[in-house]
């Protein structure tokens, strides 16, 4: 049995995860991931999306169509992420990701356990859960100087298309990017300065290592990738822009969506970086801003 995998949306980073559990379920299984996100399955994704989608959910269903027309599936392997961190929830659309599929493609078969730790871990056996990570995702390192702050969810900071290469252009810059890991972080470090937690497990991943890396490591500017449609980046992004107003850090926010020329946003980032390297040379901190 042909079992297809999207590596994309909620799934990017769970390959391991993945590739150790479906075995247990489905014998004789082989599994087929989609792989990288390409301009056809971009093509497929706003073809069979609806508008009010972000953009990383329109791409997935152009991964799970690829998988159909190109890889012949016979089935699609599409856990239900309802709570990945205790206390919280996943966003909507990944919760739902399912049901949207389902209905988009009525002929195709999918297996559909749940992750939910509100309930405690309900999938597969608590063998293959144990001392196990869901997510895989290379963490950054962090440099004494010149380190450049990228904030958004895992799945655009490790998708291609997504990233429009902002991670390679703050390198050639001669600046080391640093950006938060799912899951990864918020086991050791749990404190915030809101008054209260996040909803979202996302929203707390992002907003607990962007309040640990201004306390405790030397950043030189914060550029948030927000997507198009995205209902947790667009309250996120304003309340670290404010936190960045008040401790005096260079911000910028950038929105992805399917219609972004990759060189515009590149040129942003370059103005951005010059602009930082302007102020770390002449020393103007206590001047007024060009950047805001």
Not at 18 to 27: A, D, W, Y
Not at 166 to 186: D, M, Q, V, W
Not at 245 to 271: F, M, S, W
Request: proline fraction near 4%; charged fraction near 25%; hydrophobic fraction near 40%.
């Amino acid at each position: 049995m042909k079992v297809g995998v999207p590596n994309s949306f909620c799934y990017a980073g769970m390959e391991n995860f993945f590739i150790r559990v479906i075995p247990e379920i489905l014998e004789d299984s082989q599994i087929i991931f989609s792989g990288k996100t390409t301009k056809e399955m971009i093509e497929y994704g706003l073809k069979n999306g609806c508008d009010e989608l972000c953009i990383p959910a329109k791409i997935f269903i152009g991964h799970v169509e690829y998988l159909i027309r190109k890889k012949n599936v016979d089935v699609l392997f599409l856990p239900r992420l309802v709570s990945l961190l205790p206390g919280t929830y996943s966003c909507p659309k990944i919760i739902g990701i399912p049901d949207i599929i389902k209905t988009n493609y009525c002929g195709v078969e999918l297996i559909v356990p749940e992750i939910n730790l509100r309930k405690k871990r309900k999938i597969m056996s608590e063998k293959s859960m144990k001392n196990e990570h869901l997510f895989d995702f290379p963490m950054s390192k962090i440099a004494k100087t010149k380190n450049i702050l990228v904030l958004a969810h895992s799945y655009v900071i490790f998708d291609e298309f997504l990233n429009k290469g902002i991670l390679e252009t703050i390198k050639s810059a001669g600046y080391n990017p640093i950006y938060p890991a799912y899951y990864r972080f918020n086991s050791f470090y749990i404190s915030s300065d809101l008054p209260k937690e996040f909803f979202w497990s996302s929203a707390r991943d992002i907003y607990n290592y962007f309040e640990w890396t201004v306390n405790n490591t030397q950043i030189d500017g914060i550029v948030y990738l927000m997507t198009f449609g995205c209902g947790i980046d667009s309250f996120l992004q304003e309340l670290i822009m404010r936190k960045c107003n008040k401790v005096g850090l260079p911000y910028l926010c950038i929105t992805v969506d399917e219609h972004c020329a990759d060189v515009g946003i590149q040129t942003r980032i370059e103005a951005y970086l010059d602009m930082i390297e302007w102020r770390r040379k002449s020393d103007e901190k206590n001047n007024i801003s060009t950047y805001g």
